[in-house]
Every structure is written in C-alpha cells, then in structure tokens.
C-alpha cells in the first residue's frame, strides 16, 4: 500500500477505475462466449443470452467432443505442439550457446548469416516452391520443420546466455570440461526460465499457426485444431457434415461455434498466467540491444 | 605452413564441438531461408512447370514483365493501397495503446490488483487470429451478438461491423489494439521500472503532482524504448503479416480488407500466378527493408539510438 497520505490515495482509485474498465473489456467477450456455448438453442435464437447462460446444458459440448474429428484434431495439435516446442528449443539451444564464446571463428560471419534472415524473407511463394521441391507438401513434417528455428527467440536466448558469468564456464574448462559438458551441466540448468519463456512462445506459436497448414497442407488428417476451427467459422465443408451436427439449427449452431472456439482456447487460457513471470522476462530480454 | 596447419588442427581440436552444434542451425538457415532466395528469379521469368529457376525463360520487357503487369492490376493497387493504409490506422491507433495502459497501470499502488488486471490483458495476445475472428463474429454479429444486442436494447438500429467496409475496418483496427495492447505494455512497463525512483522524489519534493511527473519524468525515461519501437513500426509499413487480415476478412468487405500477403496467397498458391505474385512479394521485401533502414537511418540523425 502506497503511504503519500490520503489526497493520492483519492487520486489512484481514479486509474483503479481505468483498470478495472481495461480488464472488463479484456475478459467480456470470452465470458459471452462461455456463456453462449452453455446456452439452450432456444435463447439463443431469442437473442437473450448476455453473460450468464440461460437454460443450462452441456449438449454443445458433448456434440463437440462426441466427433472424432475434433477429438483427433486435438491430440494430433498437443502431440505437434510438443514436438515443435522440443525440437525448436533444441534447434534454438545449439545455435545460441556457441555464438557466446568471443574467440569462435567465423562468429561474425554466422551472426550476420543469422541477422540478414531478419531483414529479409524469400517470400511466400519461394518459400512454397522450396516446400514443393522438398516433398514436403502434405508432410506432417512441413509443420514442424520450417519453422523450427526462430531467429528473436535465439536473440533472446543468448542474450540470457550473456548473462551467465564467464567465471563459471572457464573454471569448468580448466577442470577439464568439454563445452558440451558445460552446455549440459551449467548452461541449461541456470536457463530454466529462459527456456520457459521459449518453450512458451514455441507453444504458443505452433498451437495459434494456420498459415502453413492452409498454404501446404490438403489432407485433412494433419490439419492442426486451428485450420479446423477456421473451416468451421466460416462454413466451409459444412454442408454434409451440418444434417449430422445439428448445425442446421440456427441456435445450436451458434452454441456449436461457441463450444469450439472454447475447446480449442481453454489450453493456453490454463497455462500461460503461471508463466507470467517467465514470459515478462523473456520479452525484456529480446529488447536488450547487444 | 607446416606450423599453421598445426595450429589450426590444435584450433579444430579445441573448438570442434562448437562448430558441430552449429552445423544443424547453420543447414536449416541455408536451407529453409537461404535457398528459396533462389526463387525470386521467378519473378523475371516465365514460370514453367518442371524446370529449374535457372533454365526458365527470362520474361518479355528486360524481365520487368510481371512488375509491370502487377502495377497494372487493379487488384494488386487495391491490394497495396489497403496493405500501407491499414498499417498507418494500427500505427495511429496500436502504437500509443500499449504506452497510456503502461502509464497507468504505474500509477496502482496495490501490487495483487496490478498484477491481475496485467495477466488479463496479456490474454488477448494468446489467442489466435482464427479465434479471435470467431469471437468477432460472435459479438459482433448483426443482430445476434453481444454488441448489437445491447445497442438494440438502447434503442438504436444494428451496427454492421463485419458487413460494411467502413465499420470493418474499425473493428480490424480496434481488434488488433484489443489484442496487442497487453503485451505491448510489457517492454514499457521494464523501461518504466528502469527509471530511477530518486528522481520522482526530488520532484515530489519540487511540489510536482501526478500528472506532472508522468510528463516530465516517466515520459522522457522511456522515450528511447518508445522511439525504436517506433522505428521498428515505421519499417513495417508495407508489411503484412498473414494470419490476422485473412482470419478477419469476408467476402462483403474484400475491397477494404485484401492486402498484400492474401493477394499473393490466393493469386499465387490458390491461383497458380507463380510468376506474378512472387513480383509482388519481392517488391514488398524491397520496400520494406528501405523504409527499415530509412528510418534507423533517421533516428539516427535525431540523435536516438537505432535498432542496431
């Protein structure tokens, strides 16, 4: 509590009141959506439901988990999403931690090899054709593979690295360390909250992504959660699958709608607020100019 | 020479771990980033099925064929107009959200309180464009959603605010603030916490009010963070990322909300244009990497520091 006395205590209820505004306009319209999906159909079409469910039930939801579809969209987004977050946090690991010794050779040539792919990209259509040429249209692989490395992230990553004292590192290297060891045994243990950080934007990242499934991707058995919902928004290939799905109806449609975004939104609406601390640092680090 | 072979094996010995960590980073690099620069050629050439970049033909008009058709395509102007029009409405409206709410949340005293009102308007960030698009619909929906429920309830017609152009862009421009100002506040609110709390005394102690010391101290503590954000900004004003513009667009509203990247999308990987869009993305890079080094170049000048 603040201890000015009481005319700046009058003062900051003012910018509480702003605060409160701010979260309310943050929070509305997922607490409208949860309250849409839990909704009956006939309020719905009423147009009566605001922020609390009217005519409680669960049936959008249980149409929602009761399609295999979704349930395999699901589990195939968590198995990619980890595996994306596992391989590109490796990827970024290796890349960052031998650029942090000053005497490497060719540091500066791999810097500016590393910073040019910052300024410029080949362009969606390169990019497609080097796909097309890998054989990676249609591989699970071009979900995982081209994005593994994220250049802001290793930035990130070995500004961290730069924090850690020299002093350990060389007393490991006079005790006969190898720098694998010392990127095993003192690098990545002293980078637990880097590596969350990371982990978190990798995560994030890959579970958010659509683009890449919609641009290389037309078997519908590796489209990720995301590419699925977005066919769902907009009614694409709705027609056949609506006489099952109840999509038919105006009311339950809606509901419908509701549930999934929900589905697809509580995984990351669960995790991130532990990791606040952790993302709050990994942002101010990437702002640090070397 | 026998003795510098020498020294670079002792050299190799000592260091060749590094180098093999990064090998896999460096491969990717070249790979996937480095590679698909070959294909830019395309965009001079006439694009042939089952040929290599280097054995297509070049285009007509000295290879300019394609950039010339693009400048000459009323979709690509349309395009490019809302591509650079868009962006300066996010810089407008985006780019002071995230300072006010910093400056504000600095004022709370009670750490518990800040702390949650800071995780709620992280929240937005996390979501993706799909599903923020589907929450649009949801609450914007003309007669059906939340926002238009209540106005209806006030008495005034529904807004269309997916359905017009003109009200589209508002939501386009007041989603993205939704959603970015959150996470924009994290970098300001580190400046602000840079900022030496002496100074805010000696000003307390000069009679300075509130509004005194976010002008004269907490504004210019922070000015360097706010002017290369501002940089960064003003290099992407030609820049279009893909994900939200095509997440929000609909059919109603094509002319104001297609820009450069769902252009290509559709033109070039839905439309089979290789040769066209990929002058289109081309030109866009080029731009995009004058305008970033015209304004580091400028700030510079200014005496603020650039981005590197």
Redesign the interface.
Same mark, same amino acid.
């Given at each position: #509590?603040?201890v000015k006395g009481k005319s700046?205590q009058m003062?900051?209820w003012i910018? @509480?009141i702003?605060?409160?505004f @701010?979260?309310l +306009? &943050?929070?509305?319209?997922?607490i409208?959506?949860l309250a849409?999906s839990l909704s009956s159909s006939e309020y719905?079409v009423k147009?009566s439901v =605001?922020l609390i469910p009217k005519g409680l039930n669960f049936e959008a939801y249980t149409t929602v988990l009761k399609d295999s579809k979704n349930i395999r969209a699901f589990v195939w987004t968590v198995f990619l999403t980890v595996v994306c977050t596992l391989v590109s946090l490796t #990827?970024t690991a +290796?890349?960052a =931690?031998? /650029?942090i010794?000053q005497d490497?050779?060719f540091r500066n040539t791999?810097n500016i090899? +590393?910073?040019i792919?910052m300024?410029?990209? $080949?362009?969606? +259509?390169?990019? =497609?054709?080097?796909m097309k040429q890998?054989n990676l249209l249609n591989s699970p692989l071009v979900l995982i593979?081209?994005a &593994?490395?994220s250049v802001y992230n290793?930035i990130i990553m070995r500004s961290f690295f730069y924090g850690i004292p020299e002093s350990l590192r060389e007393s490991a290297q006079i005790d006969g360390a190898?720098?694998?060891t010392i990127?095993l045994n003192i690098y990545l243990p002293l980078s637990k909250p880097v590596f969350a950080t990371l982990a978190l934007f990798y995560a994030?990242g890959r579970?958010?992504?659509?683009?890449d499934a919609? #641009?290389y991707i037309t078997n519908k058995d590796y489209y990720p959660l995301?590419m699925l /919902?977005?066919n769902i928004?907009n009614n694409i290939n709705n027609v056949e699958v609506a006489a099952q799905e109840g999509f038919s109806t105006p009311g339950l449609a809606?509901s419908l709608?509701?549930a999934v975004?929900m589905f697809? %939104?509580v995984p990351?609406?669960l995790i991130?607020?532990w990791l606040?601390k952790y993302?709050?640092a990994g942002? %101010?680090l990437g $702002?640090v100019?070397e | 020479m026998e003795k510098k072979k020498n020294r670079s094996f002792i050299y190799l010995k000592k260091y060749w771990q590094l180098y093999l960590l990064l090998l896999l980073p460096m491969v990717y690099l070249l790979v996937f980033k480095y590679s698909p620069m070959s294909y830019i050629l395309i965009a001079f050439k006439e694009y042939k099925l089952n040929m290599s970049v280097f054995e297509m033909p070049w285009a007509a008009q000295n290879g300019m064929k394609y950039f010339i058709k693009a400048f000459k395509n009323r979709d690509f102007i349309v395009a490019l107009r809302n591509t650079i029009s868009l962006n300066l409405l996010d810089l407008i409206a985006g780019f002071p959200a995230p300072i006010i709410f910093a400056l504000i949340l600095n004022e709370i005293p009670f750490k518990k309180f800040k702390k949650t009102v800071q995780t709620v308007a992280y929240m937005p960030h996390f979501l993706s464009w799909v599903i923020i698009s589907g929450l649009c619909l949801q609450l914007f929906a003309p007669s059906s959603g939340l926002v238009n429920m209540v106005i209806n309830n006030l008495g005034f017609d529904s807004v269309p605010f997916l359905n017009s152009p003109n009200h589209w862009v508002a939501t386009y421009i007041l989603t993205g603030v939704w959603q970015s100002f959150g996470w924009g506040s994290i970098i300001y609110l580190a400046a602000i916490a840079g900022i030496s709390p002496e100074l805010y005394e000696a000003a307390s102690v000069d009679g300075a009010g509130r509004f005194k010391k976010m002008w004269h101290i907490t504004l210019p503590g922070i000015r360097p963070t706010i002017v290369v954000l501002l940089i960064m900004n003003l290099g992407n004003i030609l820049g279009s990322g893909f994900d939200r513009p095509f997440a929000m667009q609909n059919p109603l509203v094509m002319e104001v909300a297609e820009v450069l990247s769902t252009f290509v999308y559709k033109n070039g990987i839905k439309g089979l244009q290789f040769s066209l869009t990929t002058a289109v993305g081309l030109f866009q890079s080029v731009v995009c990497l004058f305008f970033l080094l015209l304004s580091n170049w400028l700030s510079r000048r200014l005496g603020e520091r650039g981005i590197w």
């Open positions: #509590m603040n700046t003062g900051d910018f @509480v702003l605060c409160v @701010v979260g +306009i &943050c929070v509305i319209p997922m409208n959506l849409r719905l147009h =605001y #990827m +290796i890349c =931690y031998p /650029l010794f490497l050779k791999f090899l +590393i910073t792919t300024f410029f990209n $080949a362009g969606t +259509i390169p990019n =497609y054709l080097l890998l593979v081209p &593994c490395l290793m190898s720098y694998f990127l994030v579970w958010n992504g659509y683009s919609l #641009m995301q /919902l977005y928004l809606e709608k509701a975004v697809s %939104t990351i609406l991130y607020p606040q993302f709050i942002v %101010t $702002a100019k | -």
